[in-house]
């Protein structure tokens, strides 16, 4: 089978999920009037997140209906997260061993959790103490702060979806174990490298001069790695 074909075959398993994603990304756009849902969610993020003084600026006549398009998707598209996954999942049972289709069932529901868990994280702590430490080297230097439109949002929900995909980390490690494909003796021993990676990766995702939202998500992410090697050894012994 040529890759044009599988790539075929998997397209008609997930439409179901793409005509639910256009479905729903309408219906936040569109629902309810006046104001729609991606209108309310904006506010809500704005009020949020956006720091006391800083001001949202649209820097062409387009942004705003774009970007109301867009957080309908985002919406759209968080929502049916659990969707997808089920529908890729049932891809992939073809060629998957017995034991290995009812590990894969078993991490949607922890998949959802995580996922979301990571979203929320960002969302309430992350984000906020980004912004509370950057912003004040502004006022410092009497310069007024903006922020525009579109780049507030892109790293808003950017840095969620980020962070919630990073919080899957114990899960994969545990599927991963589970199949045989990556010992556990593996993540112990490659603790150190891990370690260095999150310390890395948190200071780019978070590049405040402090160092403290930079621990804010090393320390997170070093739990589930350790969470991720003792489920994953636990569940290694029991088969």
């Keep these: 089978m040529t890759f044009l074909e599988e790539f075929k075959i998997f397209i008609k398993n997930i439409l179901h999920w793409i005509y639910s994603l256009i479905s729903f990304s309408f219906f936040f756009f569109l629902f309810p009037t006046p104001k729609s849902f991606s209108v309310q969610v ?9 720091p006391p003084g800083v001001q949202l600026v649209v820097t062409n006549p387009m942004s705003a209906f ?51 868990a990571g979203c929320l994280f960002s969302y309430f702590f992350l984000i906020p103490a980004t912004f509370k430490i950057l912003y004040p080297y502004a006022t410092a230097m009497g310069i007024l702060p903006f922020f525009s439109l579109d780049e507030f949002i892109y790293y808003v929900f950017s840095l969620m979806i980020g962070v919630g995909l990073m919080f899957l980390l114990p899960l994969f490690m ?3 174990s589970f199949m045989g494909i990556i010992s556990p003796e593996f993540w112990k021993r490659k603790w150190r ?11 780019i995702i978070t ?16 739990a589930l790695y350790f969470a991720g090697y003792f489920f994953a050894d636990k569940l290694n012994k029991q088969v």
Excluded: C
């Excluded at 904006?42 to 956006?50: M, P």
């Excluded at 590049?207 to 070093?222: E, N, Q, S, Y």
């Design 42 to 50: 904006f506010n809500q993020i704005r009020q949020d997140l956006l």
């Design 66 to 116: 774009v970007l109301q398009i867009l957080i309908s998707i985002l919406l759209s598209f968080l929502l049916n997260i659990p969707f997808l996954i089920y529908k890729i999942i049932l891809y992939l049972r073809p060629a998957l061993l017995p034991h290995e289709k009812k590990a894969v069932l078993w991490s949607l529901l922890p998949f959802v959790v995580l996922f979301f």
């Design 174 to 176: 545990i599927l991963l």
């Design 193 to 203: 490298h891990a370690l260095l990676f999150f310390l890395i990766s948190s200071a």
């Design 207 to 222: 590049p405040d001069g402090t160092g403290i939202t930079m621990a804010l998500l090393f320390v997170p992410l070093a």
